[in-house]
């Protein structure tokens, strides 16, 4: 199972980044899919989720009405698309996977990438 994140980078408050995860090696429409992050020294914080059925998805409360997770089934591609960030948004962002739903804490989550970094400064 490989979980490959790309997309991170610098941006100023305000701008937009569009986040991207090809999975392989597991039923990719068949699987809870999802978005967290991570501060270093501090906890992770699940972002956002894409239930098996694409029209379920989940966000943090910090997220809601920024960030929108989708599903290409496809191409078997995880997207993030993050509008709007701020300063507190920065963080590595990891993509992950698991066989079932509704996920509670990241911990939940049996697979995940190696991360991309987002920056934003004020």
């Known amino acids: 199972v490989q979980l490959a994140e790309s997309g991170g980078g610098s941006v100023h408050t305000g701008g937009s980044l569009k986040l991207s995860c090809v999975v392989s090696g597991l039923p990719f429409a068949d699987y809870c899919l999802g978005w967290f992050r991570q501060v270093p020294g501090m906890e992770r914080e699940l972002g956002a989720i894409a239930g098996i059925d694409s029209d379920s998805t989940t966000y943090a409360d910090s997220v809601k009405g920024r960030f929108t997770i989708s599903k290409d089934n496809a191409n078997h591609i995880l997207y993030l698309q993050m509008n709007d960030l701020e300063p507190e948004d920065t963080a590595m962002y990891y993509c992950?996977?698991?066989?079932?739903?509704?996920?509670?804490?990241?911990?939940?989550?049996?697979?995940r990438g190696q991360g991309t970094q987002v920056t934003v400064s004020s």
């Open positions: 992950a996977a698991e066989t079932f739903c509704p996920i509670a804490v990241v911990g939940d989550f049996g697979y």
